[in-house]
């Protein structure tokens, strides 16, 4: 009896060494797994902001009927966007690194045609493009077809600035100017010319509200 006593007290014995064994390599395993994860999501913001800042200098044109580019695209978008926009906000085409088509199936009949994807070899140029074209947002027409033109950002980039599209709205109608930098951060210029930052919607809503209780903040 003693003997068998003895042999179920070395048996919990070891297994309550490999009990803790078990445990010390689950909390190794976990501490990696944890430093892996954290690489991992500093690796992808990294390549999304390189990705972002690859297509600084680019715009997104969305309208225009496909094949009107003919076997010089470059030359034709260039051109394109003086057309577009008038002599007095381009005094000349500006220079282009490239354009085309954004990669997608020939589209049907009836539906829109890919957009066309212009680099701009200066970013003043393209910057002066983006913020013409927003002031003319709507009115902008390659005969008679109207056309948009926008910042090319990253999906993951237009998702983050989607966010601030309410909030930017209400801070219009209180007499504010909002703008967005790059590449989803909100910036209020106030009446007395001074700026304020804000890293996420939330804090620009609740400084909307006070702003609403407090104008002459």
Known sequence: MQTTVAEHGEQIDSLETNANLQDQRLRILEEKCAVLADSNAKL???TADLEGRSRRNNIRIIGLPESIEGP???TFFSELLVELLGNETLQSPPELDCAHRAPAARP???????????RLHRYQVK???????RKRRGDLRYRGTPVQIYEDFTQEVLEQRAKYRDIMSKLYNLGLRPALLFPARLQITLGSGAKKRFPSPLEAVAFAAGYEREPAN
């Open 127 to 133: 910057d002066l493009i983006v913020r013409e074209a």
């Open 44 to 46: 992808a913001a990294k």
């Open 108 to 118: 049907q009949p009836g539906t829109r045609p890919p957009p066309v994807i212009m």
């Open 72 to 74: 010089r695209p470059t």
